[in-house]
Each structure stands twice: as C-alpha cells, then as structure tokens.
C-alpha cells in the first residue's frame, strides 16, 4: 500500500502551499490564526497599495472574516488529506464499488471546500478594502 503522503496528490498540496498549507501528521494543531495571517496576509492589499496590517492589528470584523477565510483555508487542507487517505484505500485490498464511491464523494467536498476558500477571500478582501476606505 502506498504511503502519506501520496505523490499523486502533490499538485493538489503545492497548490494549497501557496496558502500555508503543509502535510501534518495527526494531532498537529494548525489553528494559529495569527501565525496564519502572516502566511496569508500578502495575497491581499492593503491601504495605499501596502501590506494588510497583522492579524491583531485587524479590526474586529476584518478579524472575524480573516478567521473565516483561514478556517476554510483549514477544511480545505483536511477535505484533501481525506481525499489522499481514501485513494490509497481503493488500492489496498482490490478496487471496490464502495472504495471508489467514498473517494468520489470526498472529491466533492474537498472541490466545494476550495470553493468557499476562493469565496471566502473575496469577502474578506471586500472587508479590507472598505476597512482601508474607512467604511
């Protein structure tokens, strides 16, 4: 059986890279929103064309989005690693009807939870945006 993580899904890990993401073995924490921010924040603009301030210099509704689109960021990783483990299922013990059902259906979710990723940003960049306008 091959093991975690499966270079299969490297493509799909490098394209959450670019958002913070990194492979963690089970019951690593990843809910630092601060330290987070700081990998995420240089997507974004902020006043004057310069950096977004740091997550505890956010104000509170730009704070609230921010954890949004970080939380999402999160099931986005963990829709992948599910996806990821029930691959390598399907090939260990022969390929099965169910096997590949419940890898397709993880598929979905991770796709929809990447989805609200790219939705969540726009709103927090909404947020921003008005913040910097001082609305």
């Not at 890990?13 to 921010?37: C, P, Q």
């Not at 921010?66 to 599910?82: F, G, K, P, S």
């Not at 598929?107 to 940003?121: C, L, M, N």
Request: aromatic residues 8%; negative net charge.
């Amino acid at each position: 059986m091959p093991e975690l993580p499966n270079t299969l899904f490297s493509s799909g890990r490098s394209v959450l890279a670019k958002f913070g993401y990194r492979h963690m073995t089970d019951g690593e924490v990843r809910e630092d929103w601060a330290e987070m921010w700081d990998l995420l924040r240089g997507d974004f603009t902020g006043a004057a064309g310069g950096m977004v301030p740091a997550f505890g210099a956010l104000e509170e509704g730009a704070q609230a989005a921010a954890r949004e689109y970080m939380a999402r960021r999160l099931i986005a990783d963990r829709n992948l690693e599910r996806c990821e483990r029930l691959h390598v299922a399907i090939f260990s013990g022969g390929v099965r009807t169910e096997a590949v059902e419940r890898y397709s259906t993880a598929r979905d979710a991770y796709e929809h939870s990447v989805e609200a990723f790219g939705a969540a940003r726009e709103r927090l960049e909404q947020r921003l945006r008005a913040g910097a306008a001082g609305g």
